[in-house]
DNA sequence: CACGACTCCTGCTGGC
DNA sequence: TGCCAGCAGGAGTCGT
């Protein structure tokens, strides 16, 4: 599923292809996501240039200059790039390719089977898209430079809720899901289960290196490949390959061979090393 | 405020 | 071999 690295692999795969093109015709064949998606979707974009894409979390923001068009991933979700080339169609939508926007040389493609996925618009004139509610309650971006063991402590005092619920849940950092979230805390020594306020300075400051590091490393070879992550560009990612403990149940750990340990936490599945994680 | 349960949906798994 | 119930999972929403 789409967590952080594969939604930064898939901005970086568009960015070269939709940053200061003209979008000139969206086709909506399923407006029932999350949220519908906008009945007048084209006729909000047709003609418009997106100037910049970014991320915010897990949101793809499409910056245009009279508003931003919000895409979430959800579970399942992936854009793909066809090119638009004389004597080689784009080939057509199958049944869960949901939305097209077509670019002069390239059709972006937006696929999601189980639809948990968001398309929505943020107009300039509703304030800037920072506010908006799905982006607003968001945590720190863990590449910026004030993502530290300070931050990690500091917003952890008030929770009692076991660190891996609390790094889910975005708040406090964005992007860290349930596989990175099992990866991080096995990579800093941290039981998954220890409420989060009882984390001290430097269990703080190893869990935020860990984070950074092991997202860091997922970007860099292309993002997972679980449940079949493929980018932009058709390349499947690497990342599962070096999973040292997500949904490695009952196998060695690579670090000591204690059998890795799996429990549910908020109906959702953490692996973890009972040896290797006593911090 | 913080937390936990519930919810959306479909592909896949496991049991028979 | 085939069918189908049950489960997983991101994250917003709601009740406590």
Redesign the pocket.
């Known amino acids: 599923?789409p967590?952080l690295p594969e939604v930064e692999v898939t901005r970086r795969a568009l960015a070269p292809h939709v940053e200061g093109r003209t979008l000139e015709s969206v086709a909506v064949r399923e407006r029932?996501l999350?949220w519908p998606v906008p009945l007048r979707l084209h006729e909000q974009l047709a003609g418009r240039r997106v100037e910049r894409i970014d991320r915010r979390?897990?949101y793809l923001l499409w910056r245009f200059a009279h508003g931003t068009l919000i895409s979430?991933l959800?579970?399942s979700g992936t854009w793909r790039v066809w090119p638009r080339e004389p004597g080689r169609p784009v080939p057509l939508p199958q049944?869960?390719d949901h939305i097209d926007l077509l670019f002069r040389a390239h059709c972006i493609r937006l696929t999601d089977?189980?639809?948990?996925g968001a398309l929505l618009w943020s107009a300039v004139a509703d304030g800037p898209v920072e506010g908006h509610?799905?982006l607003a309650?968001l945590g720190i971006e863990p590449f910026d430079p004030g993502f530290s063991g300070e931050w990690l402590y500091r917003l952890t005092r008030?929770?009692?809720?076991p660190i891996k619920?609390?790094l889910?849940a975005?708040d406090v950092v964005v992007g860290v899901?349930?596989?990175y979230a099992s990866e991080s805390l096995f990579r800093a020594g941290i039981n998954p289960k220890l409420p989060?306020r009882r984390l001290g300075r430097a269990r703080c400051g190893l869990l935020a290196a860990a984070i950074s590091e092991v997202l860091a490393e997922a970007i860099a070879v292309g993002g997972s490949t679980l449940r079949d992550f493929v980018g932009a560009d058709g390349v499947a990612g690497y990342f599962m390959n070096d999973a040292f403990v997500y949904e490695r149940a009952g196998q060695a750990c690579r670090l000591c061979a204690t059998p890795i340990t799996r429990v549910l936490q908020?109906?959702?599945?953490t692996y973890y090393c009972r040896r290797c994680q006593r911090r």
Do not use: Y
């Open positions: 599923m967590e029932r999350r979390g897990k979430h959800g579970m049944v869960h089977p189980r639809r948990f509610p799905l309650g008030s929770r009692s809720a619920q609390v889910l975005g899901g349930n596989i989060a908020g109906q959702r599945a």
